[in-house]
């Protein structure tokens, strides 16, 4: 939606952002064929960038324009594409690896499922809502995951890896990482 544009252009105007990938994607991105990958809600790139980098070719999306041209590099299997994941379109059975990291748009868990090649892994993680510490806010909680939900939601994948956790000095996260079967 519009407005998540306008906030997103204004934190990557304002902060910084960090530039490493993420752990999860350092750490699980071999399981998948190197061919076509997805990252969802790219950001500055760093995921996709990473991806890029060992092989992969990468549709990169996301909605804030200047995220997206923060990406200090082009590079030739990177394809930035600026979209509202709110109303955009995943291709069927495209990818060898789905990757969402750190936004939550439920609207999203059927079209992954079916984006993914069978073969396909998805590595998805997002922050998780924490008991004691609720929000007021319904718009926020509409951004965390429930315990259980993401484990719940990609049941049609076999499942490789899911954790629950706090990071350090941080927030809960959940981590999932399940691969389509053939
Ligand atoms: C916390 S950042 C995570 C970025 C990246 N995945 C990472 O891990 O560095 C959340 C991202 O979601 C994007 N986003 C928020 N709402 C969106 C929407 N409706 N459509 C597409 N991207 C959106 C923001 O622009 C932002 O880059």
Redo the contacts with the bound molecule.
């Keep these: ?1 519009k407005a ?1 544009r306008v906030r ?1 252009n204004q934190k990557y105007q304002d902060e910084s ?2 530039l490493e990938p ?1 752990n999860v994607v350092k750490r699980f991105f071999r399981m998948a064929k190197k061919g076509r990958a997805l ?1 969802l ?4 790139g ?2 996709a960038l990473f991806l890029v980098g060992k092989g992969f070719t990468v549709d990169a ?4 324009d200047i ?1 997206l041209h923060s990406i200090p590099r082009r590079s030739e299997g990177l394809n930035l594409i600026c ?4 109303d ?1 379109d995943i291709p069927q059975e495209k990818f060898d690896l789905i990757i969402n ?3 939550l ?1 439920r609207r999203l868990f059927p079209y992954i499922l079916e984006g993914l090649a069978p073969g396909g892994i998805l590595i998805f993680e997002t922050y998780l809502e924490e008991k004691g510490k609720k929000s007021k806010k319904i718009s926020c909680r509409d951004h965390l995951l429930r315990s259980n939900e993401l484990l719940h939601s990609f049941l049609p994948l076999q499942i490789l890896y899911y954790i629950e956790k706090r990071e350090k000095g941080g927030a809960a996260i959940a981590s999932l990482v399940g691969v389509r079967p053939k």
């Excluded at 999306?61 to 804030?64: M, N």
């Design positions: 939606m998540d997103w952002h960090p993420s990252d809600a790219c950001g500055n760093r995921n999306v996301d909605i804030s995220g979209a509202d994941l709110d955009y990291i750190r936004h748009n």
